[in-house]
């Protein structure tokens, strides 16, 4: 059964600082998505990685993916508060499985 | 566009009564994903239809649940009867013309069973 793990689960940061947010998986795939999601909200999807060494970067974040070592990270460069949500890794085989997601908390 | 469309957004219910949620893909997108959130388990995948017809439902909880998709841009996801364990968001998803796609949901429902 595929896993798809999440570290950490919780994340408190200051703005301005720097963090990464890891997602690994337990079977071998091609694609990746990231996706964020506002409390009480829907989803969003952020990045699609479609092979390995993919990166992708928009704004603050960016996501690259290793499906050698079935690794995706997300960077967060300088956080704001703005980017407080919770963030999920989606691994792609016969269907998308959701990691069990990264709540992002950023205070002043 | 629109974007996928859910309805009721919120339904609170008492257990054993019939639920029906409702979703309205995003136009000319072939596949349609029905997903569960909840605290516990997070988001798990239910059923998702191709070209209206169900492919995998292997995610289906069990027989109180139901799912239809009569055409191209309307699908049910009924529980009957339900119960409170059944309190959950529930959200639409589709995709263009693979399951491999980007997903795009919809805002969700918000169940509770009472």
């Known amino acids: 059964e595929l896993k798809v793990e999440q570290n950490p689960l919780f994340l408190s940061m200051q703005e301005g600082k720097n963090y990464t947010i890891y997602c690994n998986y337990s079977t071998t795939s091609d694609r990746l998505y990231w996706y964020r999601q506002d409390p009480g909200k829907s989803l969003e999807s952020l990045f699609v990685?479609?092979?390995?060494?993919a990166v992708k970067q928009e704004g603050r974040l960016m996501a690259s993916l290793d499906t050698k070592a079935r690794l995706s990270t997300l960077h967060i460069t300088a956080a704001v508060h703005d980017l407080s949500a919770t963030y999920f890794c989606a691994v792609v085989t016969d269907k998308l499985i959701f990691g069990t997601g990264t709540r992002l908390q950023v205070f002043p | 566009d629109a974007g996928v469309i859910q309805s009721p957004r919120h339904e609170v219910t008492e257990m054993g009564q019939e639920v029906t949620l409702r979703c309205k893909p995003i136009?000319?997108?072939?596949?349609l994903f029905w997903y569960r959130q909840t605290m516990m388990r997070g988001l798990e995948l239910l059923i998702y239809?191709?070209?209206?017809?169900?492919?995998?439902d292997s995610g289906m909880p069990e027989d109180r649940f139901s799912a239809k998709m009569p055409n191209a841009s309307f699908s049910t996801l009924k529980i009957q009867p339900s119960e409170p364990r059944d309190s959950a968001v529930y959200f639409c998803a589709s995709s263009l013309t693979s399951r491999r796609e980007t997903q795009y949901f919809g805002p969700g429902t918000r169940l509770l069973v009472l």
């Open positions: 136009s000319g997108h072939d596949y």
């Open positions: 239809f191709n070209n209206n017809v169900p492919i995998d």
């Open positions: 990685l479609l092979s390995n060494g």
